[in-house]
């Protein structure tokens, strides 16, 4: 297996393995990691998000978000609120008793980071951090083949 390959192969392993302790360790908390997402993502906006913006920022279809949304209103973890001039449009915020919960999110996701990071440096850190960054602005210079973008 070339270094290419090699990669490719073990980012994938740690996105994985990563994503999968992170949403064992969620449902032990009594939580789901699409639910987490929801939190994670609204927990610093002070006045929600617009519906729309959340599903494009959680790379969902708008009926999926919406199934969530309503499982999290019905935990009364947020609410949704029409937004003024646009009756089709709705802004999703976190309610006060969602604060805990997010605050434990972040708490189980951070505590999860210093675990997976131990025994790295600092320098090591920067090296691997400045790689994932150029891959990422490769990848959004990529065009796709259905958009030629």
Not at 37 to 47: M, T
Not at 96 to 120: H, K
Request: net charge neutral; glycine share 8%; proline share 3%.
């Amino acid at each position: 297996m070339g270094l290419h390959d090699a990669f490719g192969a073990e980012l994938r392993r740690v996105f994985f393995r990563w994503r999968g302790r992170f949403d064992a360790e969620l449902k032990a908390a009594g939580q789901t990691l699409a639910r987490a997402r929801v939190l994670g993502l609204l927990a610093p906006e002070r006045d929600g998000l617009p519906q729309r913006e959340l599903a494009a920022l959680l790379s969902v279809e708008h009926p999926t978000l919406v199934r969530l949304l309503d499982g999290l209103e019905r935990q009364g973890l947020l609410a949704r609120h029409q937004t003024e001039g646009d009756r089709r449009s709705n802004r999703v915020v976190l309610t006060e008793a969602a604060a805990p919960v997010a605050a434990e999110v972040t708490s189980l996701s951070n505590n999860l980071r210093d675990r997976a990071l131990r025994g790295i440096g600092d320098n090591d850190l920067a090296i691997a951090l400045e790689v994932l960054r150029t891959i990422t602005r490769n990848l959004d210079e990529c065009s796709t083949p259905e958009t030629g973008r």
